[in-house]
């Protein structure tokens, strides 16, 4: 079984579409996300050249050292935004943590941590294009899935009115595997382990390095790989339920390299989900699944995908006073940090760089060690 490759050009990004091939489009689509769960799309508007350049920006963040990326780091599962360090997210809990790095765009708020402008020049602006062309393509899905399933036509385009607000949880998911280095890899360590994502359908871009399966129906793992000038489109757990497991959600993963491949691989996920108030209750009127609340659900499962195994309670509980403390004390740096900056002002800073900015430093060089310990542990247990 393989994959199905679909021409979306009768529904292409601004374009007028007749009843006929739109409904011809709908039915391959249906056989494919009811057979497969997944479908290549091509012509989608969305063209090779612009996944090239996002995918090259993204390599420019992911080779900044440590140090820069640190402070990005995704601090909670409310928060989804940001940098997700090598081996914090397990996909599938039971291998050890995943062979990749990630950072997560999950709003177009000022006030989100993004790379400084002057250290990855463009990547801000265009991720946020990026973001809109995948919410615009993705609509453009629903509406015909919609039509596919002689339902309301815009009962999935309603539902994700929200898309890039705080409201919704859709996230542009840039991603990295680096070279695998096979002496250092874990018993059934994978680049990403078996997992169904989460919402209504994902957006998956990959460079040409291979390595994604898909699993079938009848169990066995086929692979995906790049079909240049195309989307992969799959249909997430919300979307399963929606459509009382008319269309499915397939289980699929990211294999390592050969031995002595040490190359990486990079791909870029957009995953669309419906608004956070949203309820979703079986389209067929049938009671298959119970409904259930989109914002709750999102968070449950990613309480699943980062709880930590071994963790219990207790130790959840003090890393959440530790995390308390540190909120104090970043309160008095702040506190020091004005100090200085008017003693700068004042024309006094040899007396404070002595007096203040060398102690002051020493405290904030142990205080990023300390940030990496919190946010790795709070990433990993907390929530
Ligand atoms: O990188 C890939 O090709 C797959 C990533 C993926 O499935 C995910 O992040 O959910
Ligand atoms: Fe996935």
Not at 116 to 136: H, I, L, Q, T, Y
Request: negative net charge; glycine residues 6%; contains cysteine.
């Amino acid at each position: 079984m393989e994959i199905p490759v679909l021409d979306f050009e009768v529904y292409r990004l601004g374009e007028n579409v007749t009843d006929a091939k739109l409904k011809e489009l709908s039915r391959e689509l249906r056989t494919a996300f009811t057979e497969i769960g997944f479908v290549y799309l091509r012509n989608t508007g969305i063209g090779q050249e612009e996944v090239d350049a996002v995918i090259e920006i993204s390599k420019k963040f992911f080779l900044l050292p440590e140090e820069v990326k640190i402070p990005l780091s995704r601090m909670s599962n409310t928060d989804n935004h940001g940098w997700v360090a090598p081996e914090i997210e397990r996909l599938n809990p039971s291998r050890p943590g995943d062979l990749k790095e990630a950072f997560n765009i999950t709003s177009l708020h000022t006030d989100a941590a993004w790379p400084a402008e002057d250290v990855v020049p463009g990547f801000r602006k265009a991720f946020e294009s990026f973001f809109m062309r995948c919410k615009d393509l993705s609509l453009h899905v629903l509406r015909v899935m919609a039509l596919s399933l002689d339902i309301d036509v815009d009962i999935f385009v309603n539902s994700h009115k929200s898309i890039g607000s705080s409201t919704n949880g859709s996230t542009l998911r840039i991603l990295y595997y680096p070279p695998v280095k096979r002496a250092m890899v874990k018993e059934s360590q994978l680049r990403c382990g078996e997992h169904s994502d989460y919402g209504s359908i994902s957006l998956l871009f990959q460079d040409s390095k291979g390595g994604l399966q898909v699993k079938s129906r009848s169990g066995e793992f086929i692979d995906a790989p790049a079909i240049p000038g195309t989307v992969l489109i799959n249909i997430a757990d919300l979307m399963q339920r929606w459509t009382s497991d008319v269309f499915i959600s397939a289980k699929h993963r990211v294999l390592l390299p050969p031995p002595g491949d040490s190359s990486t691989r990079q791909s870029l996920v957009f995953f669309a989900q419906p608004d956070d108030d949203i309820i979703v209750i079986c389209c067929d009127g049938s009671n298959k699944h119970p409904p259930v609340k989109t914002g709750d659900y999102l968070l449950e499962r990613f309480n699943e995908t980062y709880r930590m195994q071994g963790h219990d309670e207790e130790s959840n509980q003090a890393l959440e006073e530790a995390g308390t403390r540190y909120e104090g004390m970043q309160q008095c740096f702040e506190s020091i940090q004005v100090l200085i900056r008017m003693t700068w002002q004042a024309g006094l800073f040899h007396f404070g760089k002595v007096l203040i900015y060398d102690p002051f430093f020493s405290i904030v060089t142990r205080r990023e060690n300390w940030t990496v310990e919190i946010n790795k542990s709070k990433s990993q247990t907390r929530n």
